[in-house]
């Protein structure tokens, strides 16, 4: 039987006499090479955002449960998770609608599965707090949306899940048309509820959902000029199917594409935890050569990378790698 080990949850102490670290400003700005501004500050100081390295014999045993799963079949990518991502966001519009539309609820669940060691600066971590991933996505979402999105009319989230994302900027940068795209039909209804019956953070705000297959997308469907295009582990669903949804982006005049995936490129064959996280991606048909190709339609001049980025990890992949782009 397939097993899926997005669950990964760890079994390591969390005792108040180990050595505790909290990722601080200066901390960010080094993940990201960003500007960190005040409201991200705030949020840094306000969530817990301790961690720890390690011990070698928890290290190791880590190392040996992930070898351990690696050799089992595990569930991959493709067409057939639809059902699986329509019943997730199902649950967080029931959530969403039973709140009252309180965008909290749309949080996805694997931000809620307890303590997961992750990755960071190269090595396996710790974190104090179940919701640490959260945190961090909380301050990534910040300095995103403030390095990228601050001028932009429209923001377009291809593959958006609940919207969460879209909500935040909202918050974030308010006054745009925040438009989101998947295949789940729950994703477009949680946006049009956030644009027609949740109590808005602006009241210029303006939500939209849409269907789109990425595999397939629409070339009737065009963004606004000047906007900005975002993916957010949604393109890591497409192995090395990448070049339809590529094409699609690049025909659109948007004035910069930001993507938040699992680069393969960012793995180097001679590091023992990229080559787990090889391993594992691979297993997965996780994206799979799509930096290359942009670094190879740069050389030719159709565009310019101003971004690449490994930013932190899950237990198994440095999922959050960050790429930036725009027309030549
Ligand atoms: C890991 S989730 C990421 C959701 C959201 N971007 C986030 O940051 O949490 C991947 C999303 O991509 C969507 N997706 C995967 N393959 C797709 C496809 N071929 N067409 C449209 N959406 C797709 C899924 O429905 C899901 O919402």
Redesign the pocket.
Known sequence: MERHHQHFVSNFGIDNSQDWKYLDKSDFERIFALEVPDEAVVLINQLDLGYRFLTREERDSQILKILRILDEPLVS?G?K??ET?EKG?GQNLQDYIDSNYDEAALL?YYYRRGQTIMRLWGDYILPRSPRFEAHFLSVLQVIIAHAYFRHVPSIY?F???PG??LLAFGRIVPGKIYHG????SA?SKILNLADSRANKTHSENRFHGHF????HPDPEFHVDPESAIF????M???GTDFEPLFNYFYSQPASVYVHIEPFSEFSSGDVLLDVLADRYAKKRNYLDGYLMYLEKLQESGMLKIIKRRKLIGSTFNDGWCLVVWHHC
């Open positions: 990518s067409p998770r639809l991502w966001w996805p989230e593959g958006c899940g969460h994302n795209l998947d295949w789940a994703s789109i297959d990425l595999f993916t957010f582990g949604s890591e669903q497409l």
